[in-house]
């Protein structure tokens, strides 16, 4: 079964820092990650999208993909109590199936 | 982006009856999804939406306990059938774009089931 793995967390960082998000993905096909934030309460928002080895930046957010690890990551700089959320990874996989995992929540500190 | 709103946001429910939750979007999507979510989980894909066709059910989901209809691209619904208060979650509907590669989500359903 593919699967999509995240720590579940909590993780706590201070604000003004820098938080990161890590994930693996087991299907070696698989060709789009994205990641979604999901404050309580509300739905998915997503943030990033990557499809190529190396980083991509967005502002304070940078995602990170190594497909011959099968990992994806989400550094959020500057971290903001705002950022306090889960954090899902998706991956898209065949079939156009994107499956997600099961969240890290992130929270920062004041 | 595409904007998706969804109606009803909650309901509280009677076993053994039906809900009906209707998804729209503001823009041609690809791709149309139904998912649930249980509190402090991830998010489970029931089935895609197809248009004009029957939907895509994922393992674990029938088309008896969860009917879906998308007449039109921007339109689609979802019934949950025959409920029990296992059936208590959020429903979520989201469009995809591209081939579905990025998606956008409704605010979801609150569905409690008493």
């Known amino acids: 079964q593919k699967e999509v793995e995240q720590n579940s967390g909590p993780l706590s960082v201070p604000e003004g820092a820098i938080a990161s998000l890590n994930c693996t993905y087991s299907d070696r096909g698989s060709q789009s990650f994205f990641w979604y934030r999901q404050y309580s309460g509300k739905s998915p928002e997503l943030i990033m999208s990557i499809y190529s080895n190396g980083d991509k930046e967005d502002g304070r957010f940078t995602a990170q993909l190594n497909k011959a690890s099968q990992y994806v990551s989400l550094l959020i700089r500057d971290s903001q109590p705002s950022d306090s959320a889960t954090y899902l990874c998706?991956?898209?996989?065949?079939?156009?199936?994107?499956?997600f995992g099961a969240g890290t929540r992130l929270f920062v500190k004041a | 982006s595409a904007v998706i709103s969804q109606k009803p946001s909650r309901d509280i429910c009677q076993r053994g009856t039906s809900l009906t939750i209707q998804c729209q979007v503001d823009?041609?999507?690809?791709?149309m999804f139904w998912y649930r979510q249980q509190p402090g989980q991830s998010l489970t894909l029931i089935a895609t939406?197809?248009?004009?066709?029957?939907?895509?059910?994922e393992s674990g989901f029938v088309i008896d306990k969860f009917p879906i209809s998308r007449p039109n691209l921007t339109f689609s619904t979802l019934t949950v059938s025959n409920m029990s208060p296992e059936d208590s979650s959020i429903y979520l509907c989201s469009g995809g774009t591209s081939g579905g590669h990025e998606q956008f989500f409704g605010p979801g359903t609150r569905l409690t089931v008493l």
């Open positions: 998706a991956v898209l996989g065949g079939g156009f199936k994107t499956i």
């Open positions: 823009s041609q999507v690809t791709m």
């Open positions: 939406a197809n248009q004009g066709s029957e939907a895509t059910y």
